[in-house]
Nanobody
Protein backbone atom coordinates (compact mmCIF):
# COMPACT_ATOMS: atom_id res chain seq x y z
CA UNK A 1 0.00 0.00 0.00
CA UNK A 2 1.31 3.43 -0.95
CA UNK A 3 -0.07 6.85 -0.11
CA UNK A 4 0.67 9.95 -2.15
CA UNK A 5 -0.24 13.27 -0.55
CA UNK A 6 -0.41 16.66 -2.22
CA UNK A 7 -1.80 20.14 -1.73
CA UNK A 8 0.33 21.68 0.99
CA UNK A 9 1.89 25.10 0.77
CA UNK A 10 2.14 28.58 2.20
CA UNK A 11 -1.07 30.46 2.99
CA UNK A 12 -1.96 33.58 4.91
CA UNK A 13 -3.98 33.41 8.11
CA UNK A 14 -7.65 33.07 7.30
CA UNK A 15 -6.90 31.36 4.01
CA UNK A 16 -7.76 27.90 2.74
CA UNK A 17 -5.97 24.83 1.44
CA UNK A 18 -7.14 21.46 0.24
CA UNK A 19 -5.03 18.38 0.81
CA UNK A 20 -5.45 15.20 -1.19
CA UNK A 21 -4.09 11.73 -0.60
CA UNK A 22 -4.42 8.85 -3.03
CA UNK A 23 -3.93 5.29 -1.86
CA UNK A 24 -2.75 2.56 -4.19
CA UNK A 25 -2.09 -1.13 -3.88
CA UNK A 26 -4.38 -3.52 -2.05
CA UNK A 27 -7.08 -1.40 -0.42
CA UNK A 28 -9.50 -3.35 1.70
CA UNK A 29 -13.13 -2.29 1.57
CA UNK A 30 -13.21 -1.62 5.32
CA UNK A 31 -10.64 0.89 6.47
CA UNK A 32 -10.05 4.13 8.27
CA UNK A 33 -8.34 7.03 6.55
CA UNK A 34 -7.03 10.01 8.41
CA UNK A 35 -4.93 13.12 8.39
CA UNK A 36 -2.37 13.67 11.11
CA UNK A 37 -0.02 16.56 11.66
CA UNK A 38 3.24 17.13 13.43
CA UNK A 39 4.63 20.52 14.34
CA UNK A 40 8.30 20.97 15.29
CA UNK A 41 8.96 19.64 18.77
CA UNK A 42 5.49 18.20 19.12
CA UNK A 43 3.95 14.78 18.85
CA UNK A 44 2.02 13.70 15.82
CA UNK A 45 -1.70 14.19 16.38
CA UNK A 46 -4.86 13.11 14.62
CA UNK A 47 -6.50 16.03 12.84
CA UNK A 48 -9.43 14.25 11.21
CA UNK A 49 -10.46 10.74 10.31
CA UNK A 50 -13.11 9.05 8.22
CA UNK A 51 -14.26 5.46 7.99
CA UNK A 52 -15.05 3.68 4.76
CA UNK A 53 -18.70 4.14 5.71
CA UNK A 54 -18.31 7.90 5.98
CA UNK A 55 -18.27 8.46 9.74
CA UNK A 56 -15.95 11.29 10.69
CA UNK A 57 -14.15 12.62 13.73
CA UNK A 58 -12.10 15.76 14.27
CA UNK A 59 -9.65 17.22 16.72
CA UNK A 60 -11.32 19.91 18.81
CA UNK A 61 -8.87 22.49 17.47
CA UNK A 62 -10.11 22.11 13.89
CA UNK A 63 -13.84 21.49 14.34
CA UNK A 64 -15.88 23.86 12.23
CA UNK A 65 -12.87 24.81 10.09
CA UNK A 66 -11.66 21.54 8.53
CA UNK A 67 -13.68 18.98 6.59
CA UNK A 68 -12.52 15.50 5.74
CA UNK A 69 -14.06 13.54 2.87
CA UNK A 70 -13.24 10.56 0.73
CA UNK A 71 -13.90 9.07 -2.67
CA UNK A 72 -13.93 5.30 -2.22
CA UNK A 73 -13.92 4.67 -5.97
CA UNK A 74 -10.62 6.55 -6.20
CA UNK A 75 -9.26 5.46 -2.80
CA UNK A 76 -8.62 9.12 -2.10
CA UNK A 77 -9.09 11.16 1.04
CA UNK A 78 -9.33 14.94 1.14
CA UNK A 79 -8.90 17.56 3.83
CA UNK A 80 -10.48 20.94 3.19
CA UNK A 81 -8.91 23.45 5.55
CA UNK A 82 -10.56 26.83 5.98
CA UNK A 83 -9.91 29.76 8.30
CA UNK A 84 -6.35 28.61 8.74
CA UNK A 85 -4.37 29.83 11.73
CA UNK A 86 -0.63 30.05 12.34
CA UNK A 87 -0.96 27.21 14.85
CA UNK A 88 -2.10 24.95 12.01
CA UNK A 89 1.44 25.08 10.65
CA UNK A 90 2.83 21.54 10.54
CA UNK A 91 3.71 18.64 8.32
CA UNK A 92 0.49 16.85 7.46
CA UNK A 93 0.51 13.09 6.95
CA UNK A 94 -2.21 10.93 5.51
CA UNK A 95 -2.81 7.49 6.94
CA UNK A 96 -4.80 4.40 6.17
CA UNK A 97 -5.49 1.75 8.77
CA UNK A 98 -6.68 -1.60 7.45
CA UNK A 99 -6.30 -5.23 8.37
CA UNK A 100 -4.61 -4.17 11.63
CA UNK A 101 -1.86 -2.25 9.91
CA UNK A 102 -0.98 1.41 9.53
CA UNK A 103 0.33 2.90 6.32
CA UNK A 104 1.66 6.46 6.01
CA UNK A 105 2.16 8.97 3.26
CA UNK A 106 5.29 11.06 2.89
CA UNK A 107 3.93 14.21 4.50
CA UNK A 108 3.18 17.62 3.05
CA UNK A 109 4.13 20.93 4.63
CA UNK A 110 1.43 23.43 5.51
CA UNK A 111 2.65 26.86 6.59
CA UNK A 112 0.25 29.55 7.74
CA UNK A 113 1.99 32.90 7.91
CA UNK A 114 1.58 36.48 6.84
Amino acid sequence: VQLQASGGGLVQPGGSLRLSCAASGYIFSLNFMGWYRQAPGQQRELVAGITSGGSTNYADSVKGRFTISRDNAKNTVYLQMNSLKPEDTAVYYCNIFQLRRDYWGQGTQVTVSS
